[in-house]
């Protein structure tokens, strides 16, 4: 198994591990989340969709986030296209997420964005659950 394949199983499995993270943490936990974004907005729009749309919809908004990055990380673990697709959304995600950030952690988000960009260039001809089985006797 070659650098990419290990690389991508691994963000795959952050992206599901993240999911369950939201939907068992984030989901009744949502205040901290929106004092973090209100400080950080750069952009007269972002307030008002945080205002208008996130907040007070924010336990549809956290499972809509939820969705999409198991999501994600299916496609990820998947093979071929779906694993381009999968990534170029972590990319999206990755540069939507960071315009709500400190500037401190803008840079971990970027470097993020980086790897799945790098990633983009791998071969992936088998899903992660193929490689597992041909890796357990």
């Known amino acids: ?29 949502t205040q901290y989340l929106w004092i973090v974004c209100r400080e950080n907005i750069r952009f007269s729009f972002q307030r008002q969709f945080l205002e208008g749309i996130v907040i007070p919809n924010e336990k549809l908004i956290v499972l809509l986030i939820v969705v999409f990055e198991i999501i994600v990380g299916l496609f990820i673990l998947s093979q071929g296209l ?6 170029i959304l972590g990319i999206l995600w990755v540069l939507l997420v960071s315009t709500f950030l400190p500037f401190n952690d803008i ?8 790897f799945q960009a790098l990633l983009l260039m791998g071969n992936y001809d088998t899903t992660f659950f193929d490689l597992l089985r041909s890796k357990i006797p």
Do not use: A, Q
């Open 1 to 29: 198994m070659d650098i990419y394949n290990i690389s991508r199983i691994g963000l795959g499995l952050f992206y599901l591990i993240s999911s369950f993270f939201n939907l068992f943490h984030t989901i009744n936990n």
């Open 82 to 87: 779906f694993v381009k697709i999968g990534l």
């Open 107 to 114: 840079l971990g988000h970027l470097g993020l964005g980086l």
